[in-house]
């Protein structure tokens, strides 16, 4: 996994980064609004806004570009997920190989 990003934004600043779904925000101080980026089934320019507050955190349903608008001076920690476990390939065909082999 990799090591989480810290940012401190002073009030009125806003920071724009790209991050994968499944991150996590969190607010260690103060008061923020979250920007997550347009699905392309939502209307034009209706990008979603969530407020963060002191204490709170907040999960990304979807990856992209987002930007973090500071109401107040706050601290952000932003924690990417872990990386997906592979899978065995052809585990599927494996799976009806061994029950076509118990039904016969």
Known sequence: MSQPL????????????????GSTLLI???????SEPESWLDMP????TTRLLNGGGHRLARGGW??????TNCRLTV???APAT??????????LARWLRLAI
């Open 6 to 21: 810290h940012f401190s934004l002073a009030a009125g600043q806003s920071l724009q980064f790209r991050a994968r779904c």
């Open 28 to 34: 260690e101080g103060g008061r923020a609004y979250l």
């Open 45 to 48: 320019g209706a990008a979603q």
């Open 66 to 71: 987002l930007v973090v608008y500071a109401a």
């Open 79 to 81: 924690v990417a997920p």
């Open 86 to 95: 592979k899978q065995p390939r052809f585990q599927l065909a494996a799976l």
